[in-house]
């Protein structure tokens, strides 16, 4: 299944990092850009960090 969020906060994060372990592919937008979704938020880079994609 393909799942697309608008926005990307804790709960979009957590749905995208839940379904990606279900083998799920997710893709995650927000207003500041990509730049915004690659830095880390003490959980380090992982499997949901690089499926992340911003709004360019």
């Given at each position: 299944?393909?799942?697309?969020?608008l926005?990307a906060?804790?709960?979009?994060?957590?749905?995208?990092?839940?379904?990606?372990?279900?083998?799920h592919?997710v893709?995650?937008?927000?207003?500041?850009?990509?730049?915004?979704?690659?830095?880390?938020r003490?959980?380090g880079?992982?499997a949901?960090?690089?499926?992340?994609?911003?709004?360019?």
């Amino acid at each position: 299944m393909r799942i697309g969020t608008l926005g990307a906060g804790q709960i979009a994060t957590a749905v995208a990092r839940h379904a990606l372990r279900h083998g799920h592919e997710v893709v995650l937008s927000n207003s500041r850009g990509p730049r915004a979704l690659a830095e880390p938020r003490g959980g380090g880079p992982g499997a949901a960090g690089r499926a992340m994609a911003g709004d360019p």
